[in-house]
């Protein structure tokens, strides 16, 4: 049975940086490990094998109305992306790195966690938990954050 692990990351090399880094390093130590992102954040990806990349669209929501329009139709067709990824991969393990982009991918880990008996893992490498990272905390097995400090109500830390 495959043992996939998934990391999902996007948006800013905020993100993106610190989740390749992981990458290459389950990678080095003989890992089956995939990464999840948006097209914006795949630019802050480099020397990595273009077969282990998955590329959704997503947005987020500030701006005018098309601008918010336009945000819902990515998301709903990112959220459609991510669910084949899901299918195809089966991961068991996912390890997220936070921003806008892990939304709908993290709405599929809610879907097929069952089915495929996935474990989420939440990494935050800001000194404060974002918004995504927040809404799935609770469906995660453990968060690991970058900073040593007290972090209220996670008791997962």
Known sequence: MSRNILIITGGTGGHTIPA???FNYLE???NEVYLLTDYRGSKYI???NENKIFKIYS???SGNLYFKLKAIIKLLVGLIQSCIIFVRLKPKTIVSFGSYASSTPLVCFLLFKFFFK???Y????NSVVGKVNKIFI???NQIFMNFEKEYL???KY
């Not at 939440?122 to 490498?125: K, L």
Request: proline residues 0%; glycine residues 0%; aromatic residues 12%.
């Open 20 to 22: 390749v880094n992981f």
């Open 28 to 30: 080095s130590n003989e």
């Open 46 to 48: 480099n020397e990595v």
């Open 59 to 61: 947005s987020h929501f």
């Open 118 to 120: 996935t474990s989420l």
């Open 122 to 125: 939440i990494h935050e490498q």
């Open 138 to 140: 609770k469906f995660s």
């Open 153 to 155: 109500n996670i008791k």
